[in-house]
């Protein structure tokens, strides 16, 4: 089975906190465009799309005067909508994906499941609060939003680790791995990828 000929998606979002416009293609060179008004967010989304062999054109105003939670979090929202319609109805993918990423003294291991079934299971070591400006908070509540609007089960583990910063990096390159696996196409998989027949 040949490669679907396009597998891309354009995301528009504008509330009251947030206005984004994003474009994203599965099957990139790990192309970036991203201004999301949180630099922190932009090196982590830069990286998940580098190491996920995505194309990634983003960009964000909010009201990060406040803080930068409505940003984060938003944009979440719109890269899970992004990969969703992306996939179309999950056919011909391997669905499935796992992969560990060293980061130093780090260890982060992501797992993911193409379930239509959104869970998040976060279970990373307590994190200094900021790196540099971020709220390191706020990468469970943009992994959350993204695996509830992609329509995945994800777990998130981070077993050891000093530095912050290494451990949300390993987290962000060991996603983009994972999503690239788990969205290959799998030439022995006829439709969707579930003894049921459907997600």
Known sequence: MSKPASRISQIERTTGETA?????ALDGQGKHEINTGVPFLDHMLRLLTVHGFFNLQLSC???TPIDDHHSVEDIGICLGQGFKQ?????????RYGNFSIPMDETLARVSLDFSNRPFLHYDVIQLDQKTGTFDTTLSEEFLRAFAFNA???L???VKYGKNTHHVIEAIFKALGRTLDQATSIDPRVTGILSSKGSL
Not at 20 to 24: A, E, L, R, T
């Open 151 to 153: 329509g995945i089960t």
């Open 61 to 63: 105003v909010g009201d």
């Open 20 to 24: 984004i416009k994003m474009n994203f």
């Open 155 to 157: 777990h998130v583990e």
């Open 86 to 94: 992306a996939l179309d109805d999950f056919s011909s993918i391997t």
